[in-house]
T-cell receptor, first 116, second 113 residues
Framework: AQKVTQAQTEISVVEKEDVTLDCVYE???????LFWYKQPPSGELVFLIR??????QNEISGRYSWNFQKSTSSFNFTITASQVVDSAVYFC?????????????FGDGTTLTVKP | DAGVIQSPRHEVTEMGQEVTLRCKPI?????LFWYRQTMMRGLELLIY????????DSGMPEDRFSAKMPNASFSTLKIQPSEPRDSAVYFC???????????FGSGTRLTVV
């Protein structure tokens, strides 16, 4: 069975603080994919990033960075110098070819509030 | 591409009425998913299709819910009869496959009174 755990239900920070959203996953498959999605207060769900299990390179996109560590089964998301516009619910997800191919398992989400 | 298109954006209906939600996936995406989101239960997968064939409908709450995908460019989620506890935001999403993320539609906010 696959599982994604986002232990932080809610996080509140003040603007310009750095914040890390944790994601821990479980899978028996050796080939899998990890994703992050953002759901701002407007409600739409937006795909942010995909990583495959063979690529442990960290990725940086502007103020966003992702740290993938197979040794700890984690795929954490860091926002540097947070802004009010980063306030959203963030979901981590996992998919693999061998378990329910095509379908992603989502975490419960972390609600991030960035205060001015 | 216009993305995943859902209609209507908002639906208010009376208890007992039939409700039909519609979704047009992105062309070329082989997978289509229906999700429901509420404050209490979060994001729930209701059903998903691969190449128009239902693969897993274990998330459909009860027989009042049904979903169809008659062709690659159209899917419906029907609730008959609707109940107040069905009030939620229903999302449709499509994906090219396992290695890819989902593209979600804007959602349909359903209110059953």
């Amino acid at each position: 069975a696959q599982k994604v755990t986002q232990a932080q239900t809610e996080i509140s920070v003040v603007e310009k603080e750095d914040v890390t959203l944790d994601c821990v996953y479980e899978t028996r498959d050796t080939t899998y994919y990890l994703f992050w999605y953002k759901q701002p207060p407007s409600g739409e769900l937006v795909f942010l990033i995909r990583r495959n299990s063979f690529d442990e390179q960290n990725e940086i996109s502007g103020r966003y960075s992702w740290n993938f560590q197979k040794s700890t089964s984690s795929f954490n998301f860091t926002i540097t110098a947070s802004q009010v516009v980063d306030s959203a619910v963030y979901f981590c997800a996992l998919s693999s070819f061998n378990t329910n191919a095509g379908k992603s398992t989502f975490g419960d989400g972390t609600t991030l509030t960035v205060k001015p | 591409d216009a993305g995943v298109i859902q209609s209507p954006r908002h639906e208010v209906t009376e208890m007992g009425q039939e409700v039909t939600l519609r979704c047009k996936p992105i062309s070329g995406h082989d997978y289509l998913f229906w999700y429901r989101q509420t404050m209490m239960r979060g994001l729930e997968l209701l059903i998903y299709f691969n190449n128009n064939v239902p693969i897993d409908d274990s998330g459909m709450p009860e027989d009042r819910f049904s979903a169809k995908m008659p062709n690659a460019s159209f899917s419906t989620l029907k609730i008959q009869p609707s109940e107040p506890r069905d009030s939620a935001v229903y999302f449709c999403a499509s994906s090219p496959g396992t290695a890819y993320g989902y593209t979600f539609g804007s959602g349909t906010r359903l209110t059953v009174v």
